[in-house]
């Protein structure tokens, strides 16, 4: 696949206050990308937090927040701040353009505009975009397992924290960990336990569904499931696949206690954030119900709830 095919088939907001202005662009853009449109800058706020466009087309002048306020909002967050925003507007001057790059503007396109030019310019952003996506998301993958990396987890529920405060849903997260996965390295081999983490990975993410959910390598033999905009109910019944998929794996282990072979202990906890909560204490609810999993036998899930 070359860069300029990951550029196709994007979504792009279109935001204006003039009808005629979104239906010019609308027409250059509809054969190739799934276009949205607002006609105020709040409600271009709202559809970009909601929606996440791979590009913004953004007029500078409009009534109540012009495009420079809005571009600065969309900055300001860390949900928005990455996408590219071109400015197509009636001003021309060179410092007009300045402060619209100055303002966090990929681009700057006059109108009245010209489709083809347009276009260009939308597929040049899109492909830079594409390759900072790619190489975003090496950096945010776990070389061995292949799900997230700590990081990774740690920016997503940051920003699903406070998306379900807005939206008023609940949160769940689950905290696996390995049992007795030292013993494990140490009989089989770390080559072995390379392997069996590998394994894990993949069973989580086949218990874990939802395109919203996350499976990330949370340190060592650990692991989390985040699961936004889910209840506990919802969330034990990714615990109890868990269990299932690791059970199918069926990796000896000579040296667990009860059924020699790999188990896995898990803290499910579930809460319904708000913006003056902070996603550290669902972490650290799930963390202690894993170490209380553990204690009472291991190969097993304990469960709480909070708000």
């Known amino acids: 696949?070359?860069?300029?095919?990951?550029?196709?088939?994007?979504?792009?907001?279109?935001?204006?206050?003039?009808?005629?202005?979104?239906?010019?662009?609308h027409h250059a853009l509809q054969d190739e990308y799934d276009v949205l449109f607002a006609m105020d800058g709040a409600k271009a706020l709202l559809i970009a937090q909601n929606q996440l466009p791979d590009l913004i087309?953004?007029?500078?002048?409009m009534p109540d927040m012009d495009g420079y306020a809005v571009c600065a909002a969309l900055r300001a967050s860390a949900v928005t701040r990455d996408i590219p925003i071109i400015f197509v507007t009636a001003l021309k001057t060179p410092e007009d353009e300045t402060r619209a790059l100055d303002a966090g503007a990929a681009d700057f396109i006059s109108k009245p505009v010209n489709?083809?030019?347009?276009?260009?310019?939308?597929?040049?952003?899109?492909?830079?975009?594409?390759?900072?996506?790619?190489?975003?998301?090496?950096?945010?993958?776990?070389?061995?397992t292949g799900v997230s990396n700590r990081r990774a987890f740690d920016e997503k529920l940051q920003g699903e924290w406070?998306?379900?405060?807005?939206?008023?849903?609940?949160?769940?997260?689950?905290?696996?960990?390995i049992d007795h996965f030292k013993l494990f390295n140490d009989h089989y081999g770390h080559q072995a336990g390379d392997?069996?983490?590998?394994?894990?990975?993949?069973?989580?993410?086949?218990?874990?569904?939802?395109?919203?959910?996350?499976?990330?390598?949370?340190?060592?033999?650990?692991?989390?499931?985040?699961?936004?905009?889910?209840?506990?109910?919802?969330?034990?019944?990714?615990?109890?696949?868990?269990?299932?998929?690791?059970?199918?794996?069926?990796?000896a282990h000579e040296h667990s206690s009860g059924c020699r072979q790999l188990t896995v202990s898990m803290g499910v906890a579930s809460e319904m954030p708000s913006e003056l909560t902070d996603p550290g204490q669902l972490i650290k609810a799930a963390d202690a119900l894993l170490y209380e999993a553990k204690a009472r036998g291991r190969n097993r899930y304990l469960t709480g709830a909070k708000g």
């Open 162 to 177: 406070r998306r379900c405060a807005r939206a008023r849903m609940s949160i769940a997260l689950i905290l696996v960990d």
């Open 115 to 144: 489709a083809a030019v347009v276009r260009a310019r939308v597929r040049t952003q899109l492909t830079v975009k594409r390759q900072s996506d790619v190489l975003r998301a090496l950096t945010l993958t776990d070389g061995l």
């Open 195 to 251: 392997a069996c983490l590998q394994q894990v990975g993949a069973a989580m993410r086949r218990a874990a569904m939802r395109p919203q959910d996350m499976v990330a390598r949370y340190g060592g033999e650990e692991f989390a499931v985040l699961l936004p905009q889910e209840d506990l109910a919802g969330a034990e019944a990714v615990a109890r696949r868990v269990l299932e998929e690791i059970a199918a794996l069926n990796i």
């Open 57 to 61: 087309l953004l007029d500078a002048v």
């Open 1 to 25: 696949m070359s860069w300029n095919d990951i550029a196709q088939k994007g979504r792009v907001l279109i935001v204006d206050d003039a009808m005629e202005n979104i239906q010019i662009l």
